[in-house]
């Protein structure tokens, strides 16, 4: 058990103050996006003074048999404090075997990995999970195809954008939302207009206290941050999802998202595959998005997460990458730490936390985190605060 120290991500649509609070850093002014803990090559975090990635393949014993024999060298999972300010792009994330002919096909075209046109900087899928910290807003999968409509319809624009998505009533299921998600994302020229009436007719319904207020809310939020995007109607098909603190959102492969605002604790498979459709500056790829996407309607999930025991709540996937918890420690409560056999990495988000695995301690503070190789016996929690465990998903009996 040793401490670990993640790294920081700048991105323009960061919060100012959230991640600087939960790690006990000066806020500078700069926009805090992401904390990274583990051990993607692009940002791995610091094990004593050697990075992670590195100190794992000189001792792969850490990582435990069962994880080498299906990952290799590389731990499976990366750890994430996410706070956003404004929406994150639209986008999606590639399964496993599209994230390996995308990487080899860029490689063979000599793109650089750090190039900011690049799609594929790994050869890694990336499923996730996003466990709230604060009231958490994303926009998850679309929206069954004749709901958008009613939507619309009820925002009182259906005559207007009837030539936009028209396809949602007269073609089926999946065709019909790529049809209408390719088209919205190349509205241009005088078709931009549809937006403005959108926008026009949201603003009348944003104090709605229903499901059209909080349709005309996300075109109105959209638009602070990004004036007229195309996105913006992209957006309008799909899912809203209001996490509370404890409550996570799990994002398959394929699955189109865009995080809102809020603060959480984000796990997902190793990798920083990120295809992008719109609300961004950065690069989109529409042509490469539409090849990863499900464009089914997708019903999202609030996960509460399982109690598994006093105190220890685990949302469990279908992925072999990541498993993820949360400890709500205090009093007198002493709860053995999750995952015993396998490699972890534990996070404390609030309070001080003790961590004891017979030969040693560590005393966490919010912020700080320990990486748990899988050769360590049992480690016992004590204290009064909430600690996220991260670890592999390859336990048939979670």
Not at 44 to 68: T, Y
Not at 114 to 140: C, G, H, N
Request: some cysteine; charged content about 25%; hydrophobic content about 40%.
């Amino acid at each position: 058990m040793q401490r670990i120290n993640g790294t920081i991500k700048h991105y323009a649509w960061g919060t100012h103050d959230q991640i600087p609070a939960i790690l006990g850093i000066p806020a500078d002014g700069r926009p805090f996006a992401e904390y990274w803990l583990g051990a993607h090559p692009l940002s791995p975090s610091l094990i004593g003074d050697k990075p992670l990635d590195e100190a794992l393949r000189e001792e792969q014993s850490a990582l435990g048999e069962r994880c080498v024999e299906h990952f290799g060298d590389k731990l499976p999972f990366l750890m994430k404090i996410l706070s956003a300010r404004h929406p994150v792009s639209i986008q999606a994330h590639p399964p496993r075997a599209k994230a390996e002919e995308g990487f080899a096909r860029e490689n063979a075209a000599q793109i650089p990995v750090d190039d900011p046109v690049r799609t594929y900087r790994d050869d890694w899928p990336k499923p996730e999970i996003m466990v709230a910290l604060t009231q958490f807003d994303s926009l998850a999968g679309f929206r069954a195809p004749q709901h958008t409509v009613r939507l619309f319809e009820e925002l009182g624009v259906l005559d207007i954008v009837g030539s936009v998505i028209g396809p949602l009533t007269f073609r089926e299921g999946a065709a019909g939302i790529e049809e209408v998600f390719l088209d919205v994302l190349s509205l241009a020229g005088d078709r931009l207009d549809i937006i403005n009436h959108v926008l026009a007719a949201s603003v009348s319904h944003v104090h709605d206290d229903s499901e059209v207020g909080e349709f005309a809310r996300t075109a109105v939020e959209l638009d602070e941050a990004f004036p007229g995007d195309p996105g913006i109607m992209a957006a309008l098909l799909m899912n809203r999802v209001r996490l509370q603190p404890g409550e996570a959102l799990y994002v398959p492969t394929g699955t189109m998202h865009a995080h809102l605002s809020g603060t959480g604790v984000e796990v997902m498979a190793n990798s920083d595959n990120v295809i992008r459709g719109g609300l961004t500056n950065k690069h989109i790829a529409v042509d490469e998005l539409v090849t990863v996407v499900d464009f089914a309607d997708f019903a999202p999930t609030v996960l509460r997460g399982t109690e598994v025991q006093p105190g220890v709540f685990d949302y469990p996937t279908e992925c072999l990458e990541f498993d993820v918890w949360r400890l709500e420690v205090e009093g007198d409560r002493r709860i053995e730490l999750p995952a015993e056999g396998f490699v972890r990495i534990a996070l404390a988000t609030k309070g001080d936390l003790r961590l004891t695995d017979g030969a040693d301690s560590c005393v966490l503070a919010r912020g700080e985190a320990v990486f748990v190789p899988a050769t360590d016996g049992p480690v016992l929690v004590e204290g009064d605060g909430e600690l996220f465990v991260s670890c592999p998903g390859l336990d048939e009996e979670r």
